[in-house]
C-alpha cells in the first residue's frame, strides 16, 4: 500500500531548528503534491505546506519565512526545513497527499489528507 513515514522531529528550544523528512513508499511521488500538515493537543490538524509536483512552495502565513518545504524525487522523500522554530509549532507534524491536489497553492484551504504517516512529533520549548 501507498505509505508515508515521517522522521527527523525532535525537542529543540526556541529559535532552534529542524529538518524534517517525509518519505514515500509503495509509489512514486513525483507525479504528486505533497503537503506538511501538524496538530497539536487540543486543536485541529492544519495544513502548514505543500509543495506541487512542479516544485512550488506554499505556506500559510504563520510560517512564512521560517520554513521551507522541498523535494527530492530521486529519494522519493519531501522535506520540511523549520527555522526559528515557536513554542505554537509545537505538534505533531504529518505528511499526506492533500486531498485535492489543487489546493497546495493555498495550504490554508486544504482540510483534508490521504496516505497519512505516523507523524513525527516536534517540540519547541525552554
Known amino acids: 500500500q501507498l505509505q508515508f513515514v515521517e522522521s527527523g522531529g525532535g525537542l529543540v528550544q526556541p529559535g532552534g531548528s529542524l529538518r524534517l523528512s517525509c518519505a514515500a513508499s509503495g509509489f512514486t511521488l513525483d507525479h504528486f503534491a505533497i503537503g506538511w500538515f501538524r496538530q497539536a493537543p487540543g486543536k485541529e490538524r492544519e495544513a502548514v505546506s505543500c509543495?506541487?509536483?512542479?516544485?512550488?512552495?506554499n505556506y500559510i502565513d504563520s510560517v512564512k519565512g521560517r520554513f521551507t518545504i522541498s523535494r527530492d524525487n530521486a529519494k522519493n522523500t519531501v522535506y520540511l526545513q523549520m527555522n526559528s522554530l515557536k513554542p505554537d509549532d509545537t505538534a505533531q507534524y504529518f505528511c499526506?497527499?492533500?486531498?485535492?491536489?489543487?489546493?497546495?497553492?493555498?495550504?490554508?484551504?486544504?482540510?483534508?489528507?490521504?496516505?497519512w504517516g505516523q507523524g513525527t512529533q516536534v517540540t519547541v520549548s525552554s
Open positions: 499526506a497527499l492533500p486531498g485535492i491536489q489543487a489546493l497546495c497553492a493555498h495550504p490554508d484551504l486544504i482540510r483534508s489528507g490521504n496516505y
Open positions: 509543495i506541487s509536483n512542479g516544485g512550488g512552495s
